[in-house]
């Protein structure tokens, strides 16, 4: 899954304005790397970031999710929290729903059962804006793993088809670098869900926090980190950089079956 960022620092048009030609441009070159699909966010996620309105992350994220869809065919992932992303997302040519709040806000649920694509469950603890002050786990995987499985349920009980649903564990969203680990280790624990498992670990800020280096010097701890998801049992990983990530996920995945 490669990562389509639109926000107003990222592809821009040499002036203030927001370039969807540049931001296509982009896609391309990560289906051409190998993506499988293209993850579409508007909204920052990031720690302390500020929320947006509907409206803005709708003139965000619309008219780049047509234009990738009328010129290229490679599923297209709506990064969002928002109902009414998800509606008019879809609307637009959107195949799945990658939420970082699983379906908690009001009316999100309701979205994507009347949708009927398939759907990204994260775990975050607290919300992006203070997720990072003081983050607290008994037993991380474990706690992960019953968030997952109660809003499994709870899709599941809503009229979402369970062969629709992702799990993710969400690293970094509430998490400090020893639930990180220990949320690595633990992996495979969310396999007994047995739904397709999701990672993103590209370049975040537990490489940072094991190596201290700059978020553009990042890659080959993340590449070390998709190594260990896959070898864990994830299906899908979130990543920046397409063509190192799938050459790393590649080898892992060939080690991990050989024989079976
Ligand atoms: C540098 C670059 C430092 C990026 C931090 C970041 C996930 C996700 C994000 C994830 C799923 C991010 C939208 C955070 N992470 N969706 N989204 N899983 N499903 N931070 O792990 O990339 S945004």
């Known amino acids: 899954m490669g990562i389509l960022n639109i926000t107003p620092d990222s592809f821009s048009d040499g002036g203030d304005f927001f370039s969807p030609e540049k931001a296509l441009n982009h896609a391309r070159q990560m289906i051409a790397e190998g993506a499988a699909i293209i993850d579409v966010g508007g909204e920052s996620t990031r720690p302390g970031a500020a929320s947006i309105s509907i409206d803005e992350e709708l003139a965000r994220v619309i008219p780049v999710i047509e234009r990738i869809r009328s010129e290229l065919d490679t599923p297209i992932s709506i990064d969002t929290s928002k109902p009414e992303v998800m509606y008019a997302a879809v609307a637009a040519g959107s195949s799945m729903i990658n939420d970082v709040r699983a379906l908690q806000v009001e009316g999100a649920l309701e979205a994507a059962a009347a949708l009927q694509v398939p759907v990204c469950l994260m775990h ?54 020893a639930d990180n680990q220990l949320l690595l280790q633990g992996l ?38 998709a190594s260990i998801a896959v070898w864990q049992g994830a299906s899908i990983i979130r990543a920046h950089d397409v063509a190192a990530t799938l050459q790393a996920i590649r080898v892992s995945y060939m080690c991990k079956i050989a024989g079976k």
């Open 124 to 177: 975050m603890q607290g919300e992006p804006r203070t997720m990072q002050h003081g983050p607290k786990y008994r037993n991380v995987a474990l706690e992960v793993k019953a968030f997952l499985q109660q809003r499994v349920d709870c899709c599941v009980a809503a009229g979402v088809s369970r062969e629709l649903l992702v799990i993710d564990p969400g690293f970094g969203f509430g998490k400090g670098l």
């Open 188 to 225: 495979d624990g969310l396999l007994d869900l047995n739904l397709p498992l999701l990672v993103g670990v590209s370049r975040k800020s537990m490489i940072a926090h094991m190596l201290d280096l700059p978020v553009d010097e990042r890659l080959y701890g993340s590449l070390s980190l």
